[in-house]
């Protein structure tokens, strides 16, 4: 019987550090939420960033609007018989 309780005991403890510190334990299962958590922020911002990128993809698409702001605000083009000037503080 003294043999049993100490079997028992022994598979106790065996089951109790795989519980909080082996593979699989709690402190995994946390951290693992957390990172899913993180990923899923992640990918929310991603995801309106796609969506941003595909509204000005269809606006560069479908209106010449859209393609000469692009030309004028990111490559600096300006029209014909236009003068530039640049404002300095």
């Known amino acids: 019987m003294r043999i049993v309780m100490i079997m028992l005991a022994f598979f106790l403890a065996l089951l109790q550090y795989r519980l909080w510190v082996g593979e699989g334990s709690i ?42 702001e692009y030309a004028r605000t990111e490559l600096g083009m300006i029209k014909r018989d236009e003068e530039f000037f640049l404002m300095t503080d």
């Not at 946390?30 to 595909?54: C, F, G, P, Y």
């Open 27 to 68: 402190a995994q299962l946390m951290a693992v939420r957390e990172q899913v958590a993180l990923q899923k922020l992640e990918n929310q911002r991603l995801a309106e960033r796609n969506r941003l990128l595909s509204v000005e993809v269809v606006a560069l698409q479908t209106g010449l609007e859209a393609v000469e």
